[in-house]
Nanobody, 122 residues
Framework: QVQLVEYGGGLVQPGGSLRLSCVAS????????MKWYRQAPGKQRELVAG???????NYDDSVKGRFTISGDNAKNTVYLQMNSLKPEDTAVYYC????????????????WGQGTQVTVSS
């Protein structure tokens, strides 16, 4: 089994910064990609940023230039550095990972963390 645990959410003033972390643990042979999603009250979950095993990244237009996703393959960890935060960034942030568990099988599964609340408010 695989678990994803997010850290680093909280309350921050507009213009402030937060750094989220997500650690994957369990039966892991390879992590193909890790992503951050967010879901604000009354809205659908949306993709914020993603990074693949080669280090390629992608971002939603709303966070480009403000958020940076990075990963540490040795630690099975992905980070989301969030700068210049706005009230509209308020949401529950979820970590997602596409993971291959075993060397002998190319099958991958999609895993989610439990979410961490980010609130941007004065």
């Amino acid at each position: 089994q695989v678990q994803l645990v997010e850290y680093g959410g909280g309350l921050v003033q507009p213009g402030g910064s937060l750094r989220l972390s997500c650690v994957a643990s369990g039966t892991i042979f390879s992590i193909y990609a890790m992503k951050w999603y967010r879901q604000a009250p009354g809205k659908q979950r949306e993709l914020v940023a993603g990074i693949n095993s080669g280090g390629s990244t992608n971002y939603d237009d709303s966070v480009k230039g403000r958020f940076t996703i990075s990963g540490d393959n040795a630690k099975n960890t992905v980070y989301l550095q969030m700068n210049s935060l706005k009230p509209e960034d308020t949401a529950v942030y979820y970590c997602n990972a596409d993971i291959r568990a075993f060397r002998y099988s190319r099958a991958t599964n999609d895993y989610w963390g439990q979410g961490t609340q980010v609130t941007v408010s004065s």
